[in-house]
C-alpha cells in the first residue's frame, strides 16, 4: 500500500497525484496561485482531487500541509464549453472528461497544471459566462460509500416530494405551502383559475365605476359579478311609486279618504325607504366608486335640483328664492343620506347601535331642530337607517314563510281600517317624523309615547311589506334599479299639476278620486324608472366626475 493512502481507497486513480503546497507563503508559490486573481473552480462538496475530507495528501515523501480552513477559499463548480463526454453510470457528468484519461507516469497532463497551478501568462483565462439566476438550493448529496473513487460523485437523485415544485392541475389548487422553502412556492393561478369568490379582490379593468384604473392600464377582462337581488328592487320600486301619489294627494286632504290614504302611505313608505338605504350601505365605504358617489348622486344632484326648483318656481310667477342649506320640498332626502351614511362608520363601531339611535329619536324631539341640511328629519328618521345597517340577508329570509305571509295581510288591513278610523281625528304633522313636541303642542311625554307608537307602527306594517313583496324576478324588478330618477324627477309634473289646477277637480275629492291619482302616479313612476328616462338626464343627475377624484395609491 502507498504511503499517503487512505484506507480503503487503492484503487483510486488520483493517489499520485501531486497537490499545491499551500503551507508555503504566497510570495513563493508558483504564479497565479492565490494573488488575487479569480480561484480557478474545483469540484463541489470542498473536496481536493486526493480525496472526500479535503486533506491533501503528501506526494513523494513530501509532508502533507496544514489543514485549511474551509470557509477561507471559495469553490465553484467548473465550466466548460461544449457537451461534457458521456461517462459511465454513477459519474457526475461535469466532471466525467476529467478522468477520461489517467495521468502520465512521473509528471502532470498540461490540463492538471492549469488546473492545480493556476493559468499561466501563456494560458488566458477561459471566458466565464455571467451568473444566472439563482437557483433553488439543491439537497445535500448522500454519503459516498467506502472504496469509491473521488471522483466518481454518485448521479443526483430526483429531489424529495416535499422539495418538487408543484403541478397545478385543473381539478383543484395547488398544495398549500408553509412559505419558507422556494420548492413548495405554489405557481399563482390565473384569473380563469381563481374561485368565483376571489374575483371581487381582482382589480376591474379602466373605465369600470371603481375607478381604481388609469388610462395607461392595459384593460383586463372584468370578473363575473353577481347577479343583483330582484328582492329589493321589487320593493324599491313600489315604495317609489307611492312617493308621488304621497304628493298628489295633498291638494286633496280635505276629504276622508284621501286623507285616510294620505295618512296609511305616511307612516311606513319614507322609514321603509330609509332602512332598505341602511341596508345597503352597510359595505357602502368598501368601494371607491360608493364613495365618490357622495358627489356624485348627492351633492351635484342635490344643487341642480335645488337650481332647477327654483326655476321653476320663478317660471310659475313666484318669487325667485334660492337656499342651498335649506332644501326645498323633497330634496331633503339626498341630504338626510348623505349624513346617515356618513356617520356609517360611527354606528358600526358601537356595540348597541340600535338602542342607542332608538333614544337619540325620542330624545331629538325635545329640541326644535331647524330644517338646515335636513337635520330635522336627519334625527327623525335616524333608527330606521341604523335598523337597515343591522339587518342581514337571514332576517329577510325569515319573512319568506306561509304563516307569516298570511299574517302580514292581516296587518296591512287591519292597518288601513286603523287609518280610514283616526284619519279626521289626528293630526297630520307627526308622520313627517320632523317636528318638535313643542310644536305639535304635546308634553314631552306625551310627545315620546307619540314616536314611540309610531315607531312601532312604521315597522310592523314595514315587516308586512316586506313579507308580501315577490322575491322572483318581476316586470318591474328593472324599474326599480333606477328609483333615483323618478324621486328627483316627478316633483315637476306634480307641482305643474297643483300650480294649473288640475288636481283641484271636484270629481277627484273622494274614493274615486284616490284611485286615479295613486293608479296615474303609478304610471308616471314608470314612466320615470325607464332606461330611455335614465339615458336622457344621466349626465345630469348622475355626472361621472372622475377628474374630480385622485387614484388610490396601489
Not at 513563493?28 to 496561485?33: A, C, T, Y
Not at 495521468?103 to 497551478?117: L, M, Q, S, V
Not at 337650481?307 to 337656499?323: D, E, N, P, Q
Not at 330618477?485 to 307641482?495: A, E
Amino acid at each position: 500500500m502507498n504511503s499517503g493512502r487512505h484506507t480503503g481507497e487503492e484503487d483510486a486513480p488520483t493517489a499520485g497525484w501531486p497537490v499545491p503546497d499551500y503551507s508555503e507563503p504566497p510570495d513563493r508559490r508558483s504564479p497565479g496561485r492565490h494573488t488575487g486573481q479569480a480561484p480557478w473552480p474545483v469540484p463541489p462538496q470542498g473536496e481536493s482531487p486526493s480525496g472526500p475530507t479535503g486533506r491533501a495528501r503528501g506526494e513523494r515523501g513530501r509532508p502533507a500541509p496544514a489543514e485549511e480552513d474551509p470557509e477561507t477559499f471559495t469553490f465553484e463548480r467548473p465550466s466548460f464549453e461544449g457537451p461534457a463526454p458521456a461517462g459511465p453510470a454513477g459519474e457526475h457528468p461535469p466532471l466525467d472528461h476529467l478522468a477520461a484519461e489517467r495521468p502520465p507516469a512521473g509528471g502532470r497532463r498540461p490540463a492538471d497544471r492549469a488546473f492545480f497551478d493556476g493559468p499561466t501568462p501563456a494560458m488566458p483565462l477561459p471566458a466565464v459566462p455571467p451568473p444566472a439566476a439563482p437557483s433553488p438550493v439543491a439537497p445535500p448529496a448522500p454519503p459516498r460509500a467506502p472504496g469509491a473513487a473521488a471522483w466518481q460523485q454518485p448521479a443526483p437523485a430526483a429531489p424529495p416530494a416535499a422539495w418538487r415544485l408543484p403541478v397545478e392541475s385543473p381539478a383543484g389548487p395547488p398544495p398549500v405551502s408553509d412559505g419558507f422553502s422556494y420548492w413548495e412556492r405554489p405557481a399563482p393561478r390565473t384569473r380563469a383559475e381563481s374561485p368565483a369568490h376571489e374575483a371581487v379582490l381582482t382589480r376591474e379593468p379602466a373605465g369600470t365605476s371603481d375607478g381604481d384604473a388609469g388610462p395607461e392600464e392595459a384593460p383586463e377582462p372584468a370578473p363575473a359579478r353577481r347577479p343583483r337581488e330582484p328582492y329589493l328592487d321589487n320593493v324599491k320600486f313600489l315604495l317609489i311609486a307611492l312617493v308621488p301619489a304621497g304628493h298628489a294627494l295633498v291638494p286633496t286632504l280635505a276629504t276622508h279618504s284621501s286623507r285616510a290614504a294620505y295618512l296609511f302611505i305616511y307612516v311606513f313608505h319614507m322609514p321603509l325607504f330609509v332602512i332598505i338605504s341602511g341596508y345597503l350601505s352597510r359595505n357602502f365605504w368598501n368601494s371607491n366608486a360608493k364613495t365618490n358617489k357622495l358627489v356624485d348622486t348627492f351633492l351635484v344632484p342635490y344643487v341642480i335640483v335645488e337650481i332647477g326648483y327654483a326655476a321653476l318656481r320663478f317660471a310659475m310667477g313666484h318669487k325667485w328664492s334660492l337656499t342651498i342649506i335649506d332644501p326645498a320640498w323633497l330634496n331633503w332626502y339626498l341630504l338626510a343620506l348623505l349624513l346617515w351614511r356618513l356617520s356609517t362608520p360611527v354606528w358600526k363601531r358601537m356595540r348597541y347601535p340600535l338602542p342607542i339611535a332608538v333614544a337619540v329619536y325620542l330624545l331629538a324631539g325635545l329640541s326644535d331642530l331647524p330644517g338646515d341640511f335636513s337635520m330635522d328629519r336627519f334625527f327623525g328618521l335616524m333608527p330606521f337607517f341604523v335598523l337597515g345597517l343591522w339587518l342581514q340577508p337571514r332576517h329577510f329570509e325569515m319573512l319568506n314563510r306561509g304563516w307569516i305571509k298570511v299574517l302580514a295581510v292581516g296587518v296591512l288591513a287591519g292597518a288601513a281600517a286603523v287609518a280610514v278610523l283616526i284619519a279626521p281625528r289626528v293630526p297630520l304633522d307627526p308622520v313627517y317624523y320632523k317636528d318638535a313636541y313643542a310644536e305639535l303642542d304635546m308634553s314631552w311625554w306625551m310627545g315620546m309615547g307619540m314616536r314611540a307608537a309610531l315607531l312601532v307602527a312604521a315597522l310592523t306594517i314595514s315587516a308586512a311589506i316586506l313579507a308580501l313583496v315577490p322575491r322572483r324576478t318581476t316586470w318591474f324588478t328593472d324599474l326599480g334599479t333606477r328609483t333615483l330618477y323618478c324621486y328627483l324627477l316627478h316633483g315637476v309634473p306634480v307641482y305643474i299639476a297643483k300650480e294649473m289646477g288640475w288636481l283641484e277637480y271636484p270629481w277627484l275629492h273622494g274614493p274615486l278620486g284616490v284611485m286615479a291619482i295613486v293608479t296615474s302616479c303609478f304610471a308616471l313612476a314608470i314612466v320615470l324608472c325607464l332606461p330611455e328616462t335614465r339615458s336622457v338626464f344621466k349626465w345630469l343627475l348622475e355626472p361621472r366626475l372622475t377628474w374630480l377624484y385622485r387614484r388610490p395609491a396601489r
